[in-house]
């Protein structure tokens, strides 16, 4: 992986790079993102810029033994430490070395664009409790013990840090504190407060920031070769996240379905406010819309809720005739106004309290199904005609 391919800001690059020509290298790093980010992308480019035989000034080689190692996720200092759990395939005491092809597949596949939602799907555990283990520690503080295999840095990544289970963490941290010479540890996390303080002090901290919607958008054109409106409205819905718009452009009937979704919940919701007579069979289109919402992970959960502060934050410029400020699509337009009356000025606050409250407990691994029936449920109290 090049850091040309990688999808952050340039800055951010520069700084890496920055520390390896300057050999300022911290031996533990902490990659920290939000969701839909290239981070882990960004790790592997570090390293493989970091033991590059032919480095230039801005980039390794790509041509070298070594970077055609990297290219291939195959160099023997390289080592992956990621969640993993009992599955059909390993009956008893998993660790990352049992699922190392069946993960660096994963990541090819997804062109290095990975969620623990989606390698949770892969992995199809027999539950979704998978963590970086006792055993994996064990692995890691072994092959510290030994010499690199080619004379250079000994590499750790170790992905969703925030899994690495408790009890297990404590044996990691004199190997932290006081590594072997040219050993590097990069801890990838988007849940800091779910990792240990005492392996968070031991590690210098990267912030990788959310991408830009410009960003995205340029990207998706450039991956996809879609037309430019239509990676524009992607990039809105997606916020930030890079793996949704991905999941968006590859599955285009998504998009469609997604404003379908908004506007059955919407009408369902003011039909119930308004005891209008087809509430009922309205209601049963949105139990089935959450399950199938609910189906697709937290992070899926999130977005399609982020879209729909989206709808009303352009409701509200609608209402304030600030057309050039409404960033949807003409057919989301369209829907939009038909909901004016009912999302105003006076209750948008209110609403948008509501969502970003669901947001909170979802993050927070809220039951989704209570979590999307009490929004629900809260947005028609809202819009009610009492609450105009």
């Known amino acids: 992986m090049l850091f040309k391919d990688v999808i952050v800001e340039q800055e951010l690059k520069d700084q890496l790079i ?4 300057e050999t300022r290298i911290s031996h533990a790093q902490l990659f920290l993102s939000p969701p839909g980010t290239h981070a882990f992308a ?6 493989q810029f970091l033991c590059c035989e032919n480095r230039s000034e ?13 290219e291939k996720l195959s160099h023997p200092d390289l080592h992956l430490i990621f969640p993993n759990c009992i599955t059909k395939k390993v009956k008893k005491d998993p660790d990352s070395n049992l699922f190392a092809q069946d993960f660096k597949n994963f990541v090819f596949k997804n062109n290095y664009h990975i969620d623990i939602d989606d390698w949770l799907t892969e992995l199809e555990g027999e ?7 006792m055993r994996d520690c064990s692995n890691i503080i072994n092959q510290n013990s030994v010499r690199s295999y080619e004379g250079g840095y000994k590499i750790y990544i170790l992905w969703c840090a925030d899994r690495l289970y408790h009890s297990a963490a ?6 932290l504190e006081e590594p072997e010479n040219n050993t590097l ?29 410009a960003t995205i958008e340029k990207q998706l054109i450039q991956e996809f070769n879609i037309p430019q409106q239509k990676a524009e409205d992607i990039a809105y819905i997606a916020e930030g996240n890079y793996t949704i718009a991905r999941r968006l452009t590859l599955e285009s009937s998504q998009l469609r379905e997604i404003l379908k979704n908004f506007e059955i919940i919407f009408s369902s919701a003011i039909s119930l406010s308004t005891r209008k007579s087809h509430e009922q069979i309205r209601f049963n289109d949105v139990k089935e819309i959450f399950s199938e919402i609910i189906a697709k992970g937290r992070e899926e959960q999130k977005s399609f809720i982020k879209y729909m502060t989206r709808c009303i934050r352009n409701i509200l410029m609608i209402h304030m005739g600030n057309d050039q400020m409404v960033m949807a699509s003409s ?12 999302v105003t000025l006076k209750n948008s606050s209110a609403l948008l309290h509501e969502c970003n409250s669901a947001i909170f407990h979802i993050e927070r691994n809220g039951n989704s199904a209570l979590v999307f029936t009490d929004l629900y449920l809260k947005l028609s109290q809202i819009m009610a005609p009492q609450n105009p």
Request: some cysteine; glycine content about 2%; proline content about 5%.
């Open 331 to 342: 057919s989301e337009k369209k829907v939009l106004y038909t909901f004016k009356d009912y």
């Open 185 to 213: 540890f990069i801890l990838l996390t988007e849940n800091p407060d779910k990792i240990l303080t005492t392996i968070l002090s031991r590690t210098q901290l990267v912030k990788i920031p959310r991408l830009q919607t």
């Open 42 to 47: 960004l790790a592997i480019a570090y390293a």
């Open 127 to 133: 539950n979704k409790q998978a963590s970086i283990n």
């Open 58 to 70: 801005s980039d390794s080689c790509g041509t070298c033994p070594s970077c055609q190692k990297f």
């Open 18 to 21: 920055s520390l390896v020509k």
């Open 170 to 175: 404590p044996k990691l941290l004199k190997t």
